[in-house]
């Protein structure tokens, strides 16, 4: 009994090790870029990072264009009250002149 035991534990440990070696020497070293970034961006967590990243640029275009539309109603809205101080000035100096 213990020889069949030995003899199978050999064939065991036989089959393991030709089963092990090839599949240990057919990985390699070297991973390709290519395999690399296929694998990140099918990374959930990467994807969802580039889903922020790409909100958060629409969002910030999106704030510029608003921040610059208001800042052009702001200075038109200036302008006009400057306008409108520089008539008011003008009025009261022509009315100061006639009256003297």
């Not at 440990?13 to 390699?28: D, E, I, K």
């Not at 006009?80 to 000035?89: F, G, H």
Request: charged share 25%.
């Amino acid at each position: 009994m213990k020889n069949t035991v030995k003899k199978f534990g050999a064939v065991l440990m036989v089959v393991g090790m030709l089963t092990a070696v090839p599949a240990m020497a057919q990985q390699s070293a070297v991973v390709s870029e290519h395999s690399t970034a296929t694998i990140t961006h099918n990374d959930p967590i990467v994807q969802k990072r580039m889903e922020v990243r790409e909100a958060n640029r629409e969002h910030r275009a999106n704030r510029a264009e608003a921040r610059q539309t208001f800042r052009g109603e702001v200075s038109e809205s200036r302008a006009e009250r400057n306008q409108s101080v520089q008539d008011s000035r003008a009025r009261a100096q022509e009315a100061l002149n006639a009256a003297n």
